[in-house]
C-alpha cells in the first residue's frame, strides 16, 4: 500500500492535532494533579496519566510521518518550523522518560530520576505547544470527527493504550526491574533497610532548630489554646506508616510520637471547626480534615531514633495516604480553623526561598 493510501486510512490530520493537543492537556493536568493523591482510591488518576500518555505515541508517529518530507526540505521550512521541531523533541523525551521510569531504566542523574525528567519535560511541553499552536492553529472541522471509522480508531487507541499500561507493568515484574515494587503512584520501593532520603519540596529547609527556644502551640478554634516545649510531649504513640515521595521512591517505616487527635482532645475542639492546618517553622503548612487530622500523627523518632533535622527535628507531620511533601516538617503550630487555611497554596512554594 502507497504512503498516500496509508494516510488516507490515517484519522484527519486536523482530527490528529487537535487529540494531540487535548491529550497533552489532559496527561498534564492529571500528572500536576496525581501529587496530591497518595491514597489507593486515587489509582485512577494514575491510570489515566498513563493511557493518556501512551495514546499520544501513535498520534505522534501519524503527525511526524505527515510532516517529516517538509522538515527535511529546508526549503519548505518558516519562521515557526524550528519550533515545531522544538516540540516534538520535548514531546517525545516527556514520553520516553515516562516509558523508561514504567520499565524500570535506572538512570545515574545525581538527585533526580528519569522520574523528574519526565516531569520536567512534560512541564516544558505546555508553554512550547501554546506558543506553536500560535502558530499552526487549524480549527478542527464537522467533516473530521464524523466518519465511524474514526470513532473506532480511537476506540483502539485507548483501548491498545491501556493494554500497553498493563504490559509495561508485567514487563517489568518479569524482568525483576527496580520498576517490578512500583505503587500505583509510580514511586518505587527502597529496600527495607535503607536510609529514608531527605528530600524537601522545592528549597524548604531552614536552620536547624534550636530546643531550647522551640514550642509547638494549638491554637484556632479550641478552648483552651496550648503552648508545649519538647519535654512536655507524650511521645509514645507508635505508628507504621508509608511515606510516598514525589520524587519517585516509597518506604514503610516505623515511627513514633505525639497522636495530633490526643493534642485536638487535650485543646478541646470548637464545634465550628472542620480543617486543622500544620505549619512548619519556615511557613511551608498543609491543610486536613478534622477527622483525617485526628487519626495523624506528629512523630518525634524514626525507626526508634531521634529525628535528625533533615528529617524533620524536633516534630514532623505523619499524614498516612497523603504523599511526602504533605508530610509538614520542623511543626512549630497547630491551628484549627472552619476551612482549610488558603495560603498554603503560596507557602509550599515560596517558604524555603
Request: aromatic share 8%; proline share 6%.
Amino acid at each position: 500500500m502507497s504512503l498516500r493510501a496509508r494516510l488516507a486510512r490515517s484519522p484527519p490530520p486536523r482530527l490528529v492535532d487537535w487529540s494531540l493537543f487535548a491529550l497533552v492537556g489532559l496527561a498534564v493536568a492529571t500528572g500536576i494533579t496525581s501529587f496530591w493523591i497518595g491514597h489507593p482510591s486515587g489509582a485512577a488518576l494514575f491510570w489515566i496519566h498513563a493511557v493518556a500518555g501512551l495514546s499520544l505515541l501513535p498520534l505522534l508517529a501519524l503527525k511526524f510521518r505527515r510532516v517529516a518530507g517538509r522538515v527535511r526540505d529546508r526549503r519548505a521550512w518558516d519562521r515557526a518550523t524550528p519550533l515545531s521541531i522544538l516540540l516534538a523533541a520535548v514531546a517525545v523525551a516527556a514520553a520516553g522518560t515516562g516509558v523508561a521510569w514504567a520499565v524500570g531504566v535506572a538512570v545515574p542523574l545525581g538527585f533526580w530520576t528519569l522520574l523528574n525528567l519526565h516531569i520536567l519535560f512534560g512541564l516544558l511541553v505546555v508553554p512550547v505547544l501554546l506558543v506553536h499552536l500560535r502558530a499552526r492553529y487549524r480549527p478542527l472541522r464537522r467533516v473530521d470527527v464524523r466518519e465511524r471509522r474514526v470513532a473506532l480508531q480511537y476506540a483502539g487507541l485507548v483501548a491498545a493504550a491501556g493494554v500497553t499500561s498493563a504490559l509495561l507493568r508485567w514487563l517489568a515484574a518479569r524482568l525483576g526491574t527496580p520498576a517490578a515494587t512500583r505503587r500505583f503512584t509510580g514511586s518505587r520501593a527502597l529496600d527495607a533497610d535503607a536510609d529514608l532520603p531527605v528530600t524537601s519540596w522545592v528549597a524548604d529547609d531552614p536552620d536547624p532548630v534550636d530546643p531550647a527556644t522551640w514550642s509547638l502551640s494549638v491554637e484556632g478554634l479550641v478552648d483552651r489554646p496550648l503552648e508545649l516545649g519538647i519535654d512536655d510531649l507524650d511521645t509514645t504513640a507508635e505508628r507504621r506508616a508509608l511515606l510516598d515521595c514525589t520524587s519517585g521512591w516509597y518506604a514503610e517505616r516505623d515511627w513514633r510520637g505525639v497522636g495530633l487527635g490526643a493534642l485536638l482532645d487535650e485543646a478541646g475542639v470548637a464545634d465550628d471547626a472542620a480543617w486543622v492546618t500544620v505549619r512548619s517553622v519556615t511557613g511551608y503548612r498543609w491543610s486536613l480534615p478534622l477527622d483525617e487530622a485526628r487519626d495523624a500523627l506528629l512523630a518525634t523518632h524514626l525507626s526508634g531514633d531521634r529525628l535528625d533535622h533533615g528529617h524533620g527535628y524536633p516534630i514532623r507531620l505523619l499524614a498516612p495516604g497523603r504523599r511526602g511533601f504533605q508530610w509538614v516538617k520542623w511543626v512549630d503550630a497547630v491551628e484549627v480553623g472552619p476551612r482549610p487555611d488558603p495560603r498554603r497554596w503560596i507557602d509550599i512554594f515560596v517558604s524555603g526561598l
